[in-house]
Nanobody, 115 residues
Framework: QVQLVESGGGLVQPGGSLRLSCAASGMIFSLYAMGWYRQAPGQQRELVARITTDGSTNYADTVKGRFTISRDNAKNTVYLQMNSLKLEDTAVYYC?????????WGKGTLVTVSS
């Protein structure tokens, strides 16, 4: 059974940084793309960043230049380094992958940007 567990969220001031982690189990991690999504209150869940098996990345326009997605296949973990955080980055951040025809989500980690 694939499991994704996010961690690293918290309260941070505008301009600050956080690093999120998503630990995967029950899958051959290196074989699958991984994504970070977020959902702010009252809004739809949206893609933040995605990384493929060969390390290619893509980002939402709203986070380009501020966020960096990376993966460590030896640790079965994907990271999201978030710098220059803004109030509008406040959301629950989720990790996602698709293994064959099944989509898996973590339970999310809350990031609150507030002064």
């Amino acid at each position: 059974q694939v499991q994704l567990v996010e961690s690293g969220g918290g309260l941070v001031q505008p301009g600050g940084s956080l690093r999120l982690s998503c630990a995967a189990s029950g899958m051959i991690f290196s074989l699958y793309a991984m994504g970070w999504y977020r959902q702010a209150p009252g809004q739809q869940r949206e893609l933040v960043a995605r990384i493929t098996t060969d390390g290619s990345t893509n980002y939402a326009d709203t986070v380009k230049g501020r966020f960096t997605i990376s993966r460590d296949n030896a640790k079965n973990t994907v990271y999201l380094q978030m710098n220059s955080l803004k109030l509008e980055d406040t959301a629950v951040y989720y990790c996602k992958t698709q293994v064959r025809a099944m989509i898996y989500w973590g339970k999310g980690t809350l990031v609150t940007v507030s002064s």
